[in-house]
């Protein structure tokens, strides 16, 4: 189990900027496979939001997050981060880091795809 700590959530202003860091556990295999989702509120669902092979640097991003937000590693740090840009009312949630990489083959903003999960940091945006 990959051991996760999110930060960097808060309240902004529509149109605001906010990065949201994923501290994942010392191993060289932790951040593999890295995705970012959000559950907004009175959603049943966990949405995936954008996700990166840590092995090859490929990304992949939910169409509506596409030009707004920007997933990146630090190796060195084992820290994935989530550049979120031109906030809106809608982009608030909570936002989760999952990682490990499961047996699931299919799309990396599936919570299958991952096998180990933190516990989430707020985004609130207001208009």
Same mark, same amino acid.
């Given at each position: 189990? &990959?051991?996760?700590?999110? @930060?960097?959530?808060?309240?902004? $202003? ?19 496979? &890295?995705?970012? +989702? ?8 966990? $949405?995936? &939001? ?10 992949? !991003?939910?169409?509506? *997050?596409?030009?707004? +937000? ?9 820290? &994935?981060?989530? $550049? *979120? ?9 909570? !936002? ?10 299919? @799309? ?7 096998? @180990? ?11």
């Amino acid at each position: 189990q &990959v051991q996760l700590v999110e @930060s960097g959530g808060g309240s902004v $202003q529509a149109g605001g900027s906010l990065r949201l860091s994923c501290a994942a556990s010392p191993d060289r295999h932790s951040t593999d496979c &890295v995705g970012w +989702f959000r559950q907004g509120p009175g959603k049943a669902e966990r $949405q995936g &939001v954008a996700a990166i092979d840590g092995r090859t640097g490929t990304t992949y !991003y939910a169409n509506s *997050m596409k030009g707004r +937000f920007t997933i990146s590693q630090d190796k060195s740090k084992n820290t &994935v981060y989530l $550049q *979120m840009n031109s906030l809106n009312p809608e982009d608030t949630a909570m !936002y989760y880091c999952a990682a490990g990489c499961s047996a699931y083959g299919g @799309s990396w903003l599936r919570g299958l795809k991952y096998t @180990s999960w933190g516990r989430g940091t707020q985004v609130t945006v207001s208009s």
